[in-house]
């Protein structure tokens, strides 16, 4: 009764209360499989994490560290050890720690490793915010489960079937007996771990509807694309354009790995190819780790010299050498898998003031493009040679005549649609959320 009359009487007293008692958690991002030493990872999970340390208001977490579990081989390797050193220094308000002991099996038996830092707690909720499935698992095998501990999951795509697709199958209908038995098992585990959980985030509109329907979870889905920092400076791009002998020209950029799911050799090469059929002022880009593996593959090819680039930069260049292009390529065979991306370099490309040129079919990417006017879809699959000629030559006149907006518009979208700061909200609701 008296609590009735204290919140009639003091409305706002009482919610400030409430809400302040509602939000007290600490947030961990949990990450494995040396995913800690990838470049996209630095802004996927501890930018994601620094933003949350840093900007205040409703939700904001008492701290929020990163855990990164390993084998103890790359626990003691010196290299680990002072990339984690700089990470600490690049981001010096969110906890960074390392914890080795993942054997040969899977498991990761050095539980006590965690122990003072579960200990530090003090009865506060935690949630742990696991990228991947394989996090959530190494870690809620290894922990003792805790009325205050929270786990959600990062869904960056359905593993289930990329099983599939390394053995260029994507559809499980038409997947051979002894492959659709590896599916069906993954399937199955992949329904245990998230019915499991007190959350998923994932990272598309497409992929959250599969989900639902797929594995009928009951635990809310929040989607949070790969977002990035923020728009990234251009102040070099005619320095670079000048070092690459690109002044004047329509550069064309894949940049990636030469994995068989990015369809180096069947769409982008071949898309590039006509572009420089189209017009010799265009040149094809590639950058890439890759680099030998890729020349390879461009071998292939009678590119003209003057009209194609291949070469490999430090990882603190990728973002200047990007700038200086003029737009990006993310070309992706249709498929049910595809249809669920949301690739990294997505944002990166238009981070950089690249529009994005997008096969049709492979899911809500192309719908941005269109929609925001920060692209264009083209449909090369499976097309003979003169419709994709006819295509390049489309976007080449397009390139031409709307270089300069293009770079307002795709800087624009990403510095109000795109950035962890303009999922800040959404993201502290779900952990809310879960909280119950």
């Not at 960074?96 to 099996?105: E, M, S, T």
């Not at 624009?412 to 952990?431: G, P």
Request: aromatic content about 12%.
């Amino acid at each position: 009764m008296g609590r009735v009359k204290l919140q009639k009487k003091l409305p706002c007293i009482y919610m400030s209360y409430m809400e302040s008692r509602a939000v007290h958690y600490h947030l961990v991002h949990v990450i494995t499989g040396g995913e800690f030493l990838k470049p996209l990872v630095v802004n996927q999970v501890f930018e994601r994490a620094h933003t949350q340390a840093l900007t205040p208001g409703y939700g904001k977490p008492i701290s929020v560290s990163v855990w990164i579990l390993e084998p103890m081989r790359v626990f003691l390797s010196k290299y680990s050890a002072t990339y984690v050193r700089n990470l600490r220094r690049q981001f010096p308000n969110i906890n960074i720690q390392i914890f080795g002991g993942i054997n040969r099996w899977g498991n990761f038996p050095m539980r006590w490793m965690l122990f003072p830092f579960l200990s530090k707690r003090n009865g506060i909720y935690t949630i742990f915010h696991c990228r991947g499935e394989s996090s959530f698992e190494l870690l809620k095998s290894q922990i003792f489960l805790h009325s205050a501990y929270r786990f959600l999951v990062d869904i960056r795509g359905y593993w289930p079937l990329e099983l599939l697709s390394k053995f260029d199958v994507f559809s499980p209908e038409k997947a051979e007996s002894s492959i659709e038995v590896a599916y069906t098992d993954i399937k199955n585990r992949f329904d245990r771990i998230i019915k499991n959980v007190h959350g998923v985030f994932t990272v598309s509109n497409p992929l959250k509807q599969f989900l639902i329907k797929e594995h009928d979870i009951s635990s809310d889905v929040t989607v949070v694309p790969c977002c990035v920092e923020s728009a990234f400076s251009l102040e070099k791009r005619d320095l670079i354009r000048n070092q690459l002998g690109i002044s004047g020209k329509n550069a064309f950029l894949y940049l990636g790995s030469v994995t068989r799911y990015q369809h180096i050799e069947d769409l982008v090469l071949p898309f590039m190819y006509a572009l420089t059929r189209a017009s010799k002022e265009n040149v094809a880009v590639l950058l890439t780790q890759d680099i030998e593996a890729m020349k390879s593959l461009v071998r292939s090819f009678d590119f003209p010299k003057d009209q194609i680039i291949v070469r490999s930069v430090l990882k603190n260049e990728i973002n200047d050498f990007t700038s200086a292009m003029d737009a990006g390529l993310l070309l992706r065979a249709p498929s049910l898998l595809n249809s669920f991306a949301q690739p990294v370099k997505f944002g990166e490309y238009l981070a950089n003031g690249l529009p994005v040129i997008v096969e049709s079919g492979t899911g809500e990417v192309g719908d941005l493009v269109n929609y925001h006017g920060i692209g264009r879809v083209v449909s090369t699959y499976n097309m003979s040679t003169s419709e994709i000629d006819r295509q390049a030559f489309e976007i080449t006149r397009w390139i031409e005549k709307e270089r300069q907006t293009l770079s307002y518009k795709t800087r624009n979208f990403i510095s109000k649609e795109y950035t962890w700061r303009a999922y800040l909200e959404i993201e502290r609701s779900a952990y809310i959320m879960a909280l119950g």
